[in-house]
T-cell receptor, first 116, second 115 residues
Framework: NAGVTQTPKFQVLKTGQSMTLQCAQD?????MSWYRQDPGMGLRLIHY???????DQGEVPNGYNVSRSTTEDFPLRLLSAAPSQTSVYFC???????????????FGPGTRLTVL | AQSVTQLDSHVSVSEGTPVLLRCNYS??????LFWYVQHPNKGLQLLLK??????LVKGINGFEAEFKKSETSFHLTKPSAHMSDAAEYFC?????????????FGSGTRLQVQP
């Protein structure tokens, strides 16, 4: 199993450009999520999905879109990049328990994004 | 509602000495609790988890944590620190419902290990 893969590893954008961060998992997990990690702020949830065709907003969704057309893939789109979106982005996937809890999350290696 | 407080943002120990990283939580439900480790420039990796079975949970690399309901704590310990333990550690609580608040992350504790 490759686990959770993310591409690219590094990206530099200019203000106003758009791009897509790719995320894929091969563990048949129903739950997938995107986080951003900024110094001193821990991980903040951007968007999440509980299955193919179902997505919802997290804590900091503005400026980002997601879609989930398959169980495996969960791309994150930056619509018009801003310097405030400079961050490290992590994708994660997990099962949910029969009680609805999110179980162990498996994280990708991250994408380090700089917006100039 | 739920919350997680990691009581120390930085902890420094000497190699071979014990490690204690503190985590307090609050939850309206019986929580599941996790500790994750993040090495520099890497993603997070599960160290251990508590899911209402044994209150003393053993994880990878010699770490363990004890769930204490009366103290609402889930502190992470290791008897003897190794240089490779230097990393950031996150305590996480999982609630029994979905939505954007299904998981709550602590702000992290950076562990430094001195030779």
């Amino acid at each position: 199993n490759a686990g959770v893969t993310q591409t690219p590893k590094f990206q530099v954008l200019k203000t106003g450009q758009s791009m897509t961060l790719q995320c894929a998992q091969d563990m048949n997990h129903e739950y997938m999520s995107w986080y951003r990690q900024d110094p001193g702020m821990g991980l903040r949830l951007i968007h999440y999905s509980v299955g193919a065709g179902i997505t919802d907003q997290g804590e900091v969704p503005n400026g980002y879109n997601v879609s989930r057309s398959t169980t495996e893939d969960f791309p994150l789109r930056l619509l018009s990049a801003a310097p405030s979106q400079t961050s490290v982005y992590f994708c994660a996937s997990s099962y949910r328990t029969s009680g609805g809890r999110i179980d162990t999350q498996y994280f990708g290696p991250g994408t380090r994004l700089t917006v100039l | 509602a739920q919350s997680v407080t990691q009581l120390d943002s930085h902890v420094s120990v000497s190699e071979g000495t014990p490690v204690l990283l503190r985590c307090n939580y609050s939850s309206s439900y019986s929580p599941s609790l996790f500790w994750y480790v993040q090495h520099p420039n890497k993603g997070l990796q599960l160290l251990l988890k508590y899911t209402s079975a044994a209150t003393l949970v053993k994880g990878i690399n010699g770490f363990e944590a004890e769930f204490k309901k009366s103290e609402t704590s889930f502190h992470l310990t290791k008897p003897s620190a190794h240089m490779s333990d230097a990393a950031e550690y996150f305590c996480v609580v999982s609630a029994p419902f979905g939505g954007r608040r299904a998981l709550t992350f602590g702000s992290g504790t950076r562990l430094q290990v001195q030779p």
